[in-house]
C-alpha cells in the first residue's frame, strides 16, 4: 500500500495553501501593525472587549445547558422506542435542521417581534405587548432553537448503543429507575453529552446572526465583533485576527476540558 | 411515566415545527402584516418566481455546491487513499489539519481564507467572486468527504490491494476493481454531505463571496435585513417541501434496502 501515498498530494498541497496557511496568516496579523511590525497591541486592545466575550460565553453557555437539559429526555425516549419506529421519529425531529439556518431565526423574528405572532396572540387575552425581540433571551433562544439538534443526535447514538441487558441487570441488582439514570445511563452517554455540549457551545459562542437578528443591537457577541473587522464600518483586520485568536484559545480550552471526561477511543466528533 | 414521556416529546415537536409553520400559513397571506391573517393569496409565489436576484442567486449556489461537491469527492477519495497509507505520525498531522475546518468556528474558517484571498488580490489580477467562494467551499467539504472514507479503511482487509496485484492486476487495476468498490459507500455519503454542506452554507460564503457574487443564503440574509417581504416566507415553504420530501423519500428508500438485506442475509 506504499505506493499510494502519492493519491495524497493534490490534497495535501490543497490542505496547506487553503487550511493551514490562512490560518497561519489570522496569527500573523494578530501579532502585527498595518506595517508589518511585530506588536502585540492587538491582542491586549482585545481587553477592551471583555464585555462581550463574557456575554457570549455566558450566553453560549445558558443555551448550551439548556439544550442539554431538553435533549436529554428526547434522546433517551428516542432510545427506548420500538426499533422500526427510532428512524423515523429522529428523521422528524432531525427535518427543521435541513431547513437554512437563517429563515429559522427569521421565523423566531415573526414570532417574537413587536408586532408579531406572540405578542398578538397575547393581545387577544388583554396581555402584554412584551417585548420579547432585541432581548438577550431571545438570542439564547434562537441559540437553542437552531442548535438542538446538534444536542440530540450525538446522545441519542450514544443511547442507542447502550446494551439493554445492562440496564436489566442493574434493576436485577435492586437499583430503582432514578439509580439507574445516574449510575448506569448517564456515565454510559458521557460521551455524547461531551460532543452535544461541544457541538452546540462552539457554534454558539461564534454566531453573528442570532444575535444580529434576534438580538437586536444591543447584544453584540464575538462573532459581530469579529464580523464588523472585517466587513463593517471598523475595518481592522488586525484586531479582527486577534479577537478571532483569542475565540480560537477558548474553543481550544473547552474542547480540552471536554476531552478529559471522554474516554479517548469514544470521542465522536 | 410512558405518557409523560410522549407529551414531553410531543412539546419539543411542537416547539420545533411551530415557527415553521407560521412561515408556512403567513405565507399565503394576504397582507404584508406578520401578526393578522386576513385572506388567501399567492401573490408572494408568483412574486417570488419573478425575482431575479433569487433566482439567479438559486442558480449560482446550486452551480456551486454541484462543482464543490465534486471537486472535494475527488480530491478527497485520492486524499484518503494516501493518508490511509501513510506512516503513524505524518498520518495524525494530516488528521489534525483536517479535522481544523469542523472544529474551527465558521467565522474563523471564514475570515482566514478572507485575509488569503486578500492577499491574493492585492497582488495579482484576481477579484473576489465565483472562483474565491469556490475554493472556499471546496475546502470545508473536502474534510467531510476524508472522514467519511476513512473508516471505510478499517472495515478493509489491507492485504486485498496486494493480493490483487499477486493475481495479476495493474496497481490502477486493483484501486479500480478492489478499493474503489470497497470504500464507495463512504465516497458516496461524503459526496452528500459535502452537497448539502455547500448549498446550505451562509457563514464562509458571507467572507469569501465579495459583493457581486450571491448565494441564495447570502440572498436571504440581505432579504431579512431590510424591510418585512413575505417573499421569505413563500421561499420557506418551497425549502420545507422540497427537504421533506426528499427525506421521506431517503427514509423509504433506506427502509426498503434494509429489508431487501435482511432477506439475502449480511452481504460479505
Redesign the interface.
Known sequence: ????????????V??I???????L??AY?AFTTDSGKFTIKNISNVGQYANIFVRSIWLALVATVVCLL?AY??AY?LSRMEKHKQ??ML???M??M??????????????L?N???I??VLGIFGLGPYKLINTSGAVVLGMV?NY?PFMILPLYSVMEKIDKSVIEAASDLGCNSASIMWRVIVPLSLPGITSGITMVF??A??T??ISR?LGGGSNLLI?DL??MQ??GNAYN?QL??AI?LV??VI?LVI?TVMNQFSPDDQVL? | MKKF?KI??AL??L??????F??IV?SFNETK????LSGFTLEWYVKLFHNKIIISSLMKTILIATLASIVSTV??T?????????KKVPKAF?MN?????????????G??????F??FTARMNFEFGFVTLL?AH??FD?PYV?LNIMPKFKQMD?NL??AAQDLGCS?MQA?RKVILPEIMPGVISGFLMAF?YSL?D??IS??TSGPTTQT??IT??SM?RRKISPE??A??TI??IV??VI?IVK?FV??KAAKNNSYKGEKI
Open positions: 500500500m506504499k505506493k499510494l501515498k502519492v493519491f495524497s498530494a493534490p490534497y495535501l490543497w490542505m495553501v487553503f487550511i493551514l496557511v490562512p490560518l496568516m489570522v496579523f431538553l429526555p428526547v425516549l428512524g423515523t428523521l422528524i425531529v427535518l427543521p435541513w431547513m437554512n439556518f437563517l429563515l429559522r431565526t427569521y421565523a423566531w423574528m415573526t414570532l417581534g408586532n408579531g405572532v405578542n398578538h432553537y438542538l462552539v457554534p459562542i461564534s453573528f446572526i437578528m462573532g469579529i464580523e472585517f466587513l483586520p479582527g485576527a478571532s475565540l480560537m474553543i474542547m466528533i | 414521556g414531553y416529546f419539543i415537536l416547539f420545533l415545527y411551530v415557527p415553521i407560521v412561515l403567513f402584516s406578520r401578526s393578522v480530491l478527497g485520492f486524499a484518503a487513499i494516501g493518508i490511509n497509507s501513510m494530516v489539519v483536517t479535522n481544523m475546518p469542523i472544529i474551527n468556528p465558521e467565522i474563523v474558517t475570515v482566514s481564507l478572507m485575509l488569503l486578500v492577499f475554493i471546496i475546502t473536502v476524508i489491507p490491494f496486494e496497481p484501486f448539502t446550505d451562509f457563514v458571507y467572507f441564495l443564503p436571504i440574509y431579512t421569505i416566507n421561499l420557506s425549502i420545507f427537504v421533506f427525506l427514509n433506506e427502509n
